[in-house]
């Protein structure tokens, strides 16, 4: 299984980037997937789900209202689409995936780990 996360890069503060996340190597239609985040020197923070159908998200209260997080199972990717972006974005970003439909409050917890991990991407906004 891969996730491959793209899309980081260096934006000012206010600007916008767009992840992408392509997965293979398993039924990507089947999982919920989750972006996660982590700053240097912080612990890793929970930034956005999506169900399998995309029916269902969940935003972390950092984000809620300037990120979005939807998916293409066609494509085999999710992506993360965040507008406004402030210093304290600045973070490498993962993507992972869960295939027995947890509970998202458990995506909080440092002792949750999900099914797959990506490589992350890091994403730096400049104030």
């Known amino acids: 299984v891969q996730l491959q996360a793209s899309g980081g890069g260096l934006v000012q503060a206010g600007g916008s980037l767009r992840l992408s996340c392509a997965a293979s190597?398993?039924?990507?239609?089947?999982?919920?997937m989750i972006w996660f985040r982590q700053a240097p020197g912080k612990e890793r923070e929970f930034v956005a789900a999506?169900?399998?159908?995309?029916?269902?998200?969940y935003y972390a209260d950092s984000v809620k209202g300037r990120f979005t997080i939807s998916r293409d199972n066609a494509k085999n990717t999710v992506y993360l689409q965040m507008n406004s972006l402030e210093p304290e974005d600045t973070a490498v970003y993962s993507c992972?995936?869960?295939?027995?439909?947890?509970?998202?409050?458990?995506?909080?917890?440092?002792?949750?780990?999900?099914?797959?991990w990506g490589q992350g991407t890091l994403v730096t906004v400049s104030s």
């Open positions: 999506i169900n399998w159908s995309g029916s269902t998200t």
């Open positions: 992972a995936a869960d295939g027995y439909d947890t509970d998202h409050r458990a995506y909080y917890s440092d002792s949750y780990y999900p099914d797959y």
């Open positions: 190597g398993l039924t990507f239609s089947t999982y919920t």
